[in-house]
């Protein structure tokens, strides 16, 4: 999607560019709008803004980069858990071990037979030079991201002396297509940086319902009671989304069903002192 034609106050259609170059005008009565927050604001035109001033806020919403590299392996490692925390990895890294969690045959149902195993990371500082090359990895090409996170991962789980990861266990890799290494100029570029709710920023999020009678949004952006940039909140916007929509069309159809995020009574008491903290101008009690 590319622009948004209004017409007497609603969106008249939505301009869209195919694969292939094509240009297309898509008519219809209503439109969500599912977009991340960068691609949203380019959506946002003075027209589009002039009927609904509350998207403007969308502009001073933040991104970052966390993205994707898996690593498959030929055999599964032994002594690690599901769920990684590489917490003293320079590029802060968190990963999945894959065959823990599925219940599949991994050689079986995927690649060439050979591999047994993924190991599925998060590469979450992309500024923080890293141990190999000295470079954040927004300077490292693809090959040296891989390289790196692969000697992060050792220097974390094999400071020990005990040898975890050997490097004979490591089939291939496969780096989130969303970066894209510019060697000339020496950087990556990011298609998708993954948006981040900063403190203050909820009045600058949008509601599901906009000023335009039949513009909607969605998105992990979108003020929902989950509140946090994560599958749930993108989910339970979209529901919201769809039932603001119900609702101007004067539908008859049932509403998606909504629900409040559980919060677990048991942290009570570390938030109310976690918000005594944050107003006495004192530091989160995990901050180290
Ligand atoms: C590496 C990583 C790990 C994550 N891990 C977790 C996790 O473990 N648990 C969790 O809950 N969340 C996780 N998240 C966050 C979660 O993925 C997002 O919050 C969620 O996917 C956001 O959903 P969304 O529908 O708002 O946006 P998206 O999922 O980004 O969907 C937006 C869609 O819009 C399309 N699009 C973009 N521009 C245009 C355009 N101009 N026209 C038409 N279409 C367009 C995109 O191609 C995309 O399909 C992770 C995110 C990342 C990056």
């Not at 690690?80 to 990963?95: K, R």
Request: glycine share 6%.
């Amino acid at each position: 999607m590319e622009h948004l034609d209004v017409k007497n106050g609603r969106i008249d259609a939505a301009r869209t560019v195919d694969a292939a170059g094509e240009r297309h005008r898509i008519d219809a009565d209503w439109f969500v709008c599912a977009v991340p927050p960068d691609r949203a604001v380019r959506l946002w035109s003075r027209d589009v803004l002039a009927h609904a001033p509350e998207l403007a806020g969308t502009r001073d919403l933040h991104t970052d980069w966390m993205n994707g590299l898996q690593f498959y392996l030929r055999e599964t490692p032994h002594g690690l858990g599901e769920l990684l925390s590489f917490m003293d990895s320079q590029w802060q890294l968190t990963a999945v071990l894959q065959s823990g969690i599925w219940n599949r045959d991994f050689a079986r149902d995927y690649g060439d037979g050979e591999v047994a195993d993924c190991l599925s990371l998060d590469i979450s500082d992309w500024d923080t030079p890293g141990i190999l090359y000295g470079r954040p990895a927004r300077h490292c090409s693809p090959a040296q991201i891989a390289r790196e996170c692969w000697a992060q991962m050792k220097a974390h789980l094999e400071d020990t002396g005990a040898s975890v990861l050997p490097d004979a266990v490591l089939h291939s890799w496969f780096l989130d297509p969303a970066i894209t290494w510019h060697s000339e100029q020496g950087r990556n570029t990011n298609d998708e940086p993954l948006t981040v709710n900063t403190v203050g920023t909820w009045s600058k999020r949008p509601a599901p319902r906009t000023g335009i009678p039949n513009l909607f949004v969605a998105g992990d952006y979108v003020q929902t009671d989950t509140d946090l940039a994560t599958m749930e909140s993108a989910n339970e916007s979209a529901r919201a989304a769809a039932n603001a929509l119900l609702e101007a069309a004067d539908s008859p159809a049932a509403p998606a069903a909504t629900w409040k995020l559980y919060q677990p009574p048991e942290l009570d008491g570390l938030k109310r002192l976690d918000a005594q903290r944050y107003k006495a101008g004192r530091p989160h009690l995990l901050d180290t």
